[in-house]
C-alpha cells in the first residue's frame, strides 16, 4: 500500500500495465522496509516514463535476507542525486546539526538563507527567499531525507 500510495497515485487508475510491472518488481526488492518503499515510492511517483523506472529498478541490487547497508544507501543515493542543485546545498547543510536536533522550520529556512544557499538572482523576483527555501525543504522532506 505505501509504495502504490508514493508511486503509483492510487486515485489514478489508468497506470500503465507496464509501469505496474516494474513496481512490483521494484517493491519486490524494498523487502517490505518502509524507508526504501517510501524512498522509491516517492522517488519515482513524478516520472511516468517506464525508461526511468527500469532505471531505478536496474540500479537496485537484491537485498540479503538480513538486509544489506549498502542498498539502504543506493537508494537515498538516488534520492540525493534526484534533487536540484540548491537542494543538494540545503540538505548537506543539515550535517551540522547533531543527530536528532530539533528545528523550527522558520529558523531552518533563514540559516539557509544567511548561509547564501537560497539567492534573490536565482528566483526572478516573483518568489521569496523564504517560500524557495521552504520549497527545497518540501523536497527533501518529500523524498525521505529529512522530517
Known amino acids: 500500500e505505501l509504495f502504490e500510495e508514493r508511486a503509483l497515485d492510487v486515485q489514478r487508475v489508468d497506470v500503465d500495465r507496464e509501469l505496474q510491472d516494474i513496481g512490483k518488481h521494484i517493491y519486490?526488492?524494498?523487502l517490505r522496509l518502509p524507508l526504501l518503499v517510501a524512498g522509491v515510492g516517492t522517488l519515482i511517483f513524478q516520472n511516468r516514463l517506464t525508461r526511468e523506472w527500469q532505471r531505478v529498478l536496474n540500479s537496485m541490487t537484491p537485498l540479503g535476507p538480513l538486509g544489506n547497508l549498502d542498498h539502504l544507501y543506493a537508494i537515498l543515493e538516488l534520492s540525493y542525486m534526484d534533487l536540484a542543485p540548491e537542494a543538494k546545498s540545503c540538505f548537506l547543510r543539515l550535517a551540522?546539526?547533531?543527530?536528532?536536533?530539533?528545528?523550527?522550520?522558520?529558523?531552518?529556512?533563514?540559516?539557509?538563507?544567511?548561509?547564501c544557499l537560497v539567492s534573490e538572482n536565482e528566483l526572478g523576483g516573483t518568489v521569496s527567499m523564504e517560500s524557495e527555501a521552504e520549497r527545497y525543504l518540501k523536497e527533501l522532506i518529500d523524498k525521505n531525507l529529512t522530517l
Open 96 to 115: 551540522f546539526f547533531p543527530r536528532d536536533y530539533k528545528i523550527s522550520t522558520k529558523k531552518l529556512v533563514h540559516i539557509w538563507i544567511a548561509d
Open 28 to 30: 519486490s526488492k524494498c
